[in-house]
């Protein structure tokens, strides 16, 4: 029994010292190649085992004999990975073809990832002063430029404003308000456009709620729902790219008090032409206001015509807006609007006449403000403005505003302002001053 024991042992190195030598033997073969020799002269080896018996015993079929010890593990030779390396990968029905990759020879340096065409893109961050905005209804011009594959497809948005005021007309006593916590959904699909959005701060919850159809290339739309009348850019302007807190005494005047512009419920259609200096005409027909019988009157019509003869830099808009175009047309306005761009210089104007059931009127708008970065994320923001209103008819009036501030910001998503204005209101008897403290956040 021992000397069988010591055959098996022999017979099995034998083996393991014949598989190893065929990777080494196909390497000399390589080299001889490489040197110019002949390896038909190579003698062949014959495996003394194959067919012989040993000590008149057959070699059996498979496996140790019955009684026989395993080999310890020092008396194995084959170096650890070395089979590995020399017997190809198994692979089992059903597997990838790459789900094997090739083993890498002993001290190759690995090699790194490709990354994916979608890490080789840059994420864009968020630069202060950046103050475009999420909501079609706040800006119609918001997602216009922006790259397809940039716009999402369901898009939920909303901003909340938080003020502080100590008003000279109220003897400075301080006031806490809430004037906006916004929140809507807005979706892009490639020829459609919807969004919704309601205001909780405000006593008219909704605000906008419209469908704009477009063509392939974005030339023509046709709104249909409750929106924006194209006049008056500080109206047309998205609250969160004013740099001011509220829209000025002219608008509210205008707006709010007279009914002119707004947001109204009606249809409107509009062209754009990039490439006749981005011209961009709108027009449409709107819902009447309420007379003092709280009655509806006749439908009003509003249009905008605007142009960038230096790209980005330079905007020029005519607007117009028409009260009761159907019937007696006893309010309506024209106004004329500039916006330069460049750099973080930001300079608006604008200049309005017409007639209200008061008389005739005229109105100026002046905004400049300049975004100073001071790290990647935070900006300071100066910003002064002055407005004036003139009444001139049976009644006769004068209004105006100067104002000054500094605002914070933090990218597109949060600001603080500070502003401080000196205003004589339509109804005022004396000019009031007025120090105001906003914080702003929007998602």
Request: glycine share 12%; proline share 7%; aromatic share 6%.
């Amino acid at each position: 029994m021992g000397g069988w024991r010591l055959d098996d042992l022999g017979r099995r190195g034998l083996l393991i010292a014949v598989l190893l030598s065929g990777p080494a033997f196909a390497e000399a073969q390589a080299s001889a190649s490489g040197m110019g020799l002949d390896t038909g002269d190579a003698v062949a080896v014959e495996d003394p085992l194959s067919g012989g018996v040993v000590d008149g015993v057959d070699a059996p079929e498979s496996g140790p004999p019955e009684g026989s010890e395993p080999l310890e593990p020092s008396q194995n030779t084959l170096p650890e990975g070395a089979l590995a390396q020399a017997m190809p990968p198994r692979i089992q029905p059903g597997d990838p073809s790459d789900a094997v990759k090739p083993v890498p020879p002993t001290g190759a340096q690995p090699t790194a990832a490709q990354p994916s065409p979608e890490e080789k893109k840059k994420k864009k961050k968020s630069k202060p002063g950046a103050q475009q905005e999420d909501s079609l209804g706040e800006d119609a011009t918001a997602l216009d430029d922006t790259p397809a594959d940039e716009v999402q497809t369901v898009r939920v948005f909303g901003r909340v404003y938080a003020r502080a005021n100590a008003d000279e007309r109220s003897k400075y006593q301080r006031t806490l308000s809430i004037p906006s916590a916004r929140v809507g959904v807005g979706t892009s699909l490639p020829n459609l456009e919807a969004e919704v959005s309601a205001d909780l701060a405000d006593s008219n919850i909704l605000k906008d709620a419209f469908v704009r159809l477009a063509d392939d290339g974005k030339r023509f739309r046709l709104y249909g729902g409750q929106f924006k009348a194209p006049f008056l850019q500080r109206r047309l302007e998205g609250s969160w790219s004013l740099p001011i807190q509220g829209r000025g005494l002219v608008e509210d005047y205008l707006g709010d008090v007279h009914e002119l512009g707004g947001r109204r419920m009606g249809l409107m259609g509009e062209v754009r032409l990039k490439s006749l200096w981005d011209v961009r005409v709108s027009a449409g027909v709107f819902q009447g206001s309420k007379d003092e019988l709280g009655v509806r009157t006749k439908e009003d019509l509003a249009g905008r015509v605007s142009v960038r003869p230096l790209k980005k830099m330079l905007t020029l808009g005519v607007s117009t807006y028409v009260a009761e175009a159907l019937d007696r047309a006893r309010r309506h306005a024209v106004a004329a609007d500039a916006e330069l761009k460049f750099g973080g210089l930001n300079v608006t104007g604008e200049v309005v006449t017409g007639r209200l059931p008061v008389g005739p009127f005229t109105a100026q708008l002046l905004l400049a403000s300049w975004t100073v970065p001071v790290t990647t994320e935070w900006a300071l923001q100066p910003v002064v403005g002055a407005e004036g209103l003139q009444l001139r008819g049976d009644v006769e009036g004068r209004g105006h505003s100067l104002l000054g501030g500094l605002n914070l910001l933090l990218g597109s998503r949060f600001r603080g302002q500070f502003q401080v204005e000196r205003a004589l209101r339509p109804g005022d008897e004396a000019p009031g001053l007025e120090y105001s403290l906003q914080l702003a956040t929007r998602f």
